[in-house]
Nanobody
Framework: QLQLVESGGGSVQAGGSLRLSCVATGGGSRGYRMGWFRQVTNAEREAVAVIDALDRTLYADSVLGRFTISQDNTKTTLYLQMDRLQPEDSATYYC??????????????????WGQGTQVIVSS
């Protein structure tokens, strides 16, 4: 059973930056694909950016060029650098991981484990 704990959310003005972190514990040594997803009230959870054990990445079109996903060398800490934030980026951001397949996927249903989420608020 993998546990994921996010941190780094907060409030920022439009144009600002935040860096989210997600620490993974309790898992085995097999590589994971991991990702960041976000959700606002009464909307479906959507992908932001994902990465696999080989550092292959995929991004949602809405964040391409503004957000950067990365992970540390041990593959136990996931990051999301968010620059040029906009009010529409406001959401609860979730870290997710999956061990069943290797290639990154933007589909939330493809991920086994989820963190509790961290809130990001961007004011105009």
């Amino acid at each position: 059973q993998l546990q994921l704990v996010e941190s780094g959310g907060g409030s920022v003005q439009a144009g600002g930056s935040l860096r989210l972190s997600c620490v993974a514990t309790g898992g085995g040594s097999r590589g994971y694909r991991m990702g960041w997803f976000r959700q606002v009230t009464n909307a479906e959870r959507e992908a932001v950016a994902v990465i696999d054990a080989l550092d292959r990445t995929l991004y949602a079109d809405s964040v391409l060029g503004r957000f950067t996903i990365s992970q540390d060398n041990t593959k136990t800490t996931l990051y999301l650098q968010m620059d040029r934030l906009q009010p529409e980026d406001s959401a609860t951001y979730y870290c997710a991981a999956d061990q069943r397949a290797s290639r990154p996927s933007l589909a939330p249903a493809d991920y086994q484990w989820w963190g509790q989420g961290t809130q990001v608020i961007v004011s105009s």
